[in-house]
């Protein structure tokens, strides 16, 4: 059975920090990309960061330079390091996994709020 499962999130006031991470078992396939993606209430969901299995990240220009993406290939698992968080971070963060079979997984999602 595959679990993608992502803990870290919470509440913190603008100019803190969070690291949220997310841990994939049960998929056979070899793993290509892992990332975090957020949403807000009305809005679609957005690519935050990530990770390709070569070590290749991409981030969301809003977050670049305050929001770090690691990744450890043995432990499948996939972290991103929040700082200098603002109001406009507040989101339900979701980790997403992609297989090279080309199979999707998602987490259940994260809430991260900010507060001014």
């Known amino acids: 059975q595959v679990q993608v499962v992502e803990s870290g999130g919470g509440l913190v006031q603008a100019g803190g920090s969070l690291r949220l991470s997310c841990a994939a078992s049960?998929?056979?396939?070899?793993?290509?990309?892992m990332g975090w993606h957020r949403q807000v209430p009305g809005k679609q969901r957005e690519l935050v960061a990530a990770?390709?299995?070569?070590?290749?990240?991409n981030y969301a220009d809003s977050v670049k330079g305050r929001f770090t993406i690691s990744r450890d290939n043995a432990k499948n698992t996939v972290y991103l390091q929040m700082n200098s968080l603002k109001p406009d971070d507040t989101a339900v963060y979701y980790c997403n996994v992609a297989t090279w079979g080309y199979s999707d997984y998602w987490g259940q999602g994260t809430q991260v709020t900010v507060s001014s």
């Open positions: 990770v390709v299995s070569g070590g290749t990240t």
């Open positions: 049960g998929i056979m396939l070899s793993i290509k990309t």
